[in-house]
């Protein structure tokens, strides 16, 4: 597979799972043999995971992105013994962190779940082609990472401007909106994704999809209190 393929989730799951490390190892910069250059967005990828990962409270040691040409058997051979002995010095997941593997992983699952997030919040800069690998190092601030997890955004349908159009429920990539017909939808804040569609999608003369951050999200709307009454132009909930 392309190092340019490997996603941001696919690490944290790797992690999430209990991997000790995880390393990637393609193409050199300049050699891809495509005009995709996709070793260029792993590279930039690679710095965002790592920051990613001190947030969550991994050692970034645990990853790392390394140049293998196809005819460089002894290099491989070489990288694969010093990430080995990286590793060794490091433990287990956990070990150096000072943390149980469950916290860990608890931590990399909430983070993974806001990966579709974070790659529309950070898509600019992930689309950065920079000239040289040192320009990437710099890409990603560690106060800029917390940031963005700190701020992240919920969706919340308001139930009394929901009419029930069902337009949020067929468009959500997730399946996280619960709703029907003359239900009044809801988002499943576990399952959402936070991608907002359905705040873009849900028609303006409703504006049932708010945005929140830096507050709690209301608690669901119980079952029985969802059906949409409609009396001529007007709605109410019964
Ligand atoms: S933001 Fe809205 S559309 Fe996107 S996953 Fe969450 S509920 Fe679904
Ligand atoms: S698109 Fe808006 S009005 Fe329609 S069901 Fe979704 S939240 Fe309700």
Redesign the pocket.
């Known amino acids: 597979m392309c190092t340019g393929r490997v996603d941001l989730a696919f690490v944290l799951r790797a992690f999430q799972k209990g991997a000790t490390g995880v390393i990637i190892a393609g193409c050199w910069l300049g050699e891809c043999h495509y005009v995709t250059e996709g070793n260029y967005d792993a590279l930039n990828m690679m710095h965002l995971c790592k920051k990613l990962l001190e947030h969550a409270g991994v050692r970034p040691e645990r990853l790392r992105l390394e140049w293998v040409g196809a005819s460089e058997g002894i290099r491989f051979a070489e990288v694969m013994n010093d990430f080995a002995n990286t590793l060794r010095e490091l433990g287990p997941l956990g070990a150096a962190e000072g943390a149980t593997p469950d916290h860990l992983a608890s931590r990399l699952a909430a983070l993974a779940r806001l990966v579709p997030y974070i790659k529309l919040a950070k898509r600019e800069k992930l689309a950065l082609r920079l000239k040289s690998p040192e320009e990437y190092l710099q890409l990603y601030a560690t106060d800029e990472v917390a940031a963005l997890i700190r701020d992240v955004v919920s969706y919340y349908?308001?139930p009394e401007?929901?009419?029930?159009?069902?337009?949020?429920?067929r468009r959500c990539p997730a399946d996280a909106?619960a709703?029907g017909k003359n239900l009044?939808?809801v988002v499943d804040q576990d399952k959402c994704i936070k991608c907002g569609t359905?705040f873009d999608?849900?028609?303006p003369r409703?504006?049932?999809?708010r945005k929140i951050s830096g507050a709690p999200v209301p608690p669901p709307l119980p079952e029985e209190a969802r059906v949409v009454v409609r009396k001529g132009k007007g709605a109410r909930r019964e």
């Open positions: 349908v308001e401007l929901c009419q029930a159009c069902m337009i949020c429920l909106i709703g009044i939808h359905c999608v849900c028609p409703f504006g049932a999809v």
